[in-house]
């Protein structure tokens, strides 16, 4: 497990100084970053998630690749 970095955008010097703080901090990071777009306040807004009301956007993209890491993860765990 680690810390899901959310809302990311990499030109925002607010991004860039959290994440400097978790790395510094040495947190465990998930590799999936989930970026901030504004297709998930419209999926919000149209009552579905963003998987089903655009399941080809860059956040869809990266909520599977959380999943897979998580249960990937979750997976490895339990052959140790």
């Known amino acids: ?26 947190l465990p990071l998930l590799a999936t970053e989930i970026p901030l777009r504004a297709d998930f306040q419209n999926a919000v807004t149209a009552g579905l998630p963003l998987l089903t009301f655009s399941p080809d956007h860059v956040g869809a993209l990266a909520i599977r690749r959380l999943a897979s890491e998580l ?6 765990r339990r052959a140790a």
Do not use: P, Q, W
């Open 71 to 76: 249960i990937g993860d979750k997976a490895d």
């Open 1 to 26: 497990m680690g810390v899901v970095r959310n809302n990311v955008d990499r030109h925002r010097s607010t991004y860039r100084l959290l994440n400097e703080a978790l790395v510094d901090g040495g």
